[in-house]
């Protein structure tokens, strides 16, 4: 049988939609100070849309919605997710992202891009699209605004991160995902945790984005300080707590491009953030899918089709 890689899953994808095996390549680009910026290439024309995950995840999360969008497409890996590099400082926050994104779109893209990005990413999509308005056409945020909180998330994911960093096989992962009533079927487990793993060079298997190891470190941190202060609140930091920075409205408030917010009806942004939101950024497109905060794993179907109708009305 011969050894998975990372385009191993897509011709069974593509196969279940009826839809063509797309060209998928992996490109790499490196940056001033020596980190590496990865993306995923789909297609051999220039890409109409970029896209960009939230924290946790990786390029690949976008694959089912754009086998269903059949457009040339630019995925990124965030800086400290998928094959892109960690920041020896952490700081996974939008403006510090932003020209890591703005990099790629130089290099990759031949024009002004719809640019959707999903939780962290569409934070950061806000603020590349603010800082350089030459470069993005329309914003599309996906489950997300500058006011939403995060311990609002479902508690199993903060709980699922907090745990071990490293296992022995990929199969403890898979199983650890489905305890915690994550991934959905076991074959779809099997796929993100093969993802969005690594194994190491000493054979132990790790989550390739920092937000996990963040995550342990400040929950033993909270322990240690529990223990040694057990008056104190034993509430863990919460890791995604710090990428909402109040900044995020000053971004979408300087965006020139039109905006459309798509939220869940059970994902973190609340009508009443939605409302705020219409409020602030004038003109602002809100819709809503029947799912939950990763829309594009829930219903990629239903975000291609949203964000092909984005597109289409950009080249109007």
């Known amino acids: 049988m011969p050894e998975l890689d990372e385009f191993s899953f897509l011709p069974a994808q593509a196969a279940a939609l009826g839809a063509p095996v797309p060209t998928v390549s992996r490109v790499d680009l490196s940056l001033a100070?020596?980190?590496?910026l990865s993306g995923l290439r789909w297609g051999d024309a220039p890409p109409a849309v970029t896209l960009l995950h939230g924290a946790g995840l990786n390029a690949h999360t976008w694959d089912t919605t754009l086998l269903h969008l059949g457009l040339p497409a630019l995925a990124?890996?965030?800086?400290?997710?998928?094959?892109?590099?960690?920041?020896?400082?952490?700081?996974?926050?939008?403006?510090?992202?932003?020209p890591d994104v703005v990099s790629?779109?130089?290099?990759?893209?031949?024009?002004?891009?719809?640019?959707?990005?999903?939780?962290l990413g569409g934070l950061t999509a806000a603020a590349v699209a603010a800082s350089r308005p030459d470069l993005v056409s329309r914003l599309v945020v996906v489950d997300i605004t500058p006011g939403v909180d995060p311990s609002?998330?479902?508690?199993?994911?903060?709980?699922?991160?907090?745990?071990?960093?490293?296992w022995a096989t990929r199969d403890e992962l898979v199983e650890?995902?489905?305890?915690?009533?994550?991934?959905?079927s076991p074959e779809a487990a099997a796929r993100g945790v093969f993802l969005n793993s690594?194994?190491?060079?000493?054979g132990r298997v790790e989550w390739k984005h920092h937000f996990a190891h963040l995550a342990a470190a400040a929950a033993n941190a909270a322990q240690d300080d529990t223990a040694a202060h057990p008056a104190a609140d034993p509430t863990p930091p919460d890791a995604v707590r710090a990428v909402l920075a109040s900044t995020g409205w000053d971004d979408l408030a300087q965006v020139e491009a039109p905006?459309?917010?798509?939220?869940?009806?059970?994902?973190?942004?609340?009508?009443?953030?939605?409302?705020?939101?219409?409020?602030?950024?004038?003109g602002a497109d809100v819709r809503t899918l029947s799912t939950g905060h990763n829309a594009q794993e829930e219903d990629p179907a239903a975000l291609a089709a949203l964000v092909r109708e984005v597109v289409t009305d950009t080249a109007l």
């Open 33 to 36: 100070d020596g980190r590496r």
């Open 76 to 98: 990124l890996d965030l800086p400290g997710h998928g094959d892109s590099s960690w920041r020896d400082d952490a700081a996974y926050v939008a403006r510090v992202l932003a």
């Open 104 to 119: 790629a779109l130089q290099t990759w893209a031949a024009g002004p891009q719809v640019l959707v990005g999903h939780s």
């Open 152 to 166: 609002a998330g479902p508690a199993q994911i903060r709980a699922f991160f907090a745990g071990p960093t490293d």
């Open 176 to 184: 650890r995902a489905l305890s915690f009533g994550l991934g959905g």
């Open 198 to 202: 690594r194994v190491r060079e000493d």
């Open 259 to 282: 905006v459309t917010l798509v939220r869940g009806e059970r994902g973190f942004v609340t009508a009443a953030d939605a409302d705020e939101l219409r409020r602030r950024v004038l």
